[in-house]
C-alpha cells in the first residue's frame, strides 16, 4: 500500500485529501506545520509528500530543505495559491507544483506519476542468498565408488 503524507494548515483540505486518498486505498498521514511534517515523515516514510507552501513553522521549502538535508529524497508535490512563489522548480530535487484549488483527478494523476517515477528509479532488490545450512553443498553427486570384483 503506498503511503501520503498530507501537510495544510487547513483542516478542511487535510480532512478532503485523507479521505480522498484513504478511499483510494493509500495509508494516510497528515501534519499542519513544518516542524510536525518533517517528524511525520521521520517516522513514517511516505512515498510522497503533498503539502501546502505557506504552512506554520517554516513553511513548506523548510520541510523540503531539511528533508533534502538529511538525504530523503521523498517525491514532493506543493499544492499552493501561489506556485511561481516556489522559484526555479528545476533546481528542485523530485519537487512538482499545483496551482490551488487543484482538480482531484489532476492531483491524483500528479500523486501516481510521482510515485511510479520513485519505483521505476530504485534499484530492484537483489534476492536474498540462501543460508549456507539451506545450500546444498555440492549440487551434482559424484558418481558411485567402483567396487572391487
Known sequence: M??????DDIPAI????KEFFEDAGFEVRTADTAPGA???QQEFKADVILQDLNIPGGGGTHVYETLRAQGDLVPIIFSTGKP???GDL???INVSAL????????LMAEVRKRIAATQAASPA???AAQPAAERPMNPIPPPPP???R
Open 146 to 148: 567402483k567396487l572391487p
Open 2 to 7: 503506498a503511503k501520503i503524507l498530507v501537510v
Open 90 to 92: 528545476a533546481k528542485m
Open 38 to 40: 518533517i517528524a511525520a
Open 14 to 17: 487535510v480532512d478532503f485529501s
Open 125 to 127: 532488490a537483489p534476492p
Open 99 to 106: 496551482r490551488k484549488p487543484t482538480d482531484p483527478e489532476v
Open 84 to 86: 511561481e512563489t516556489l
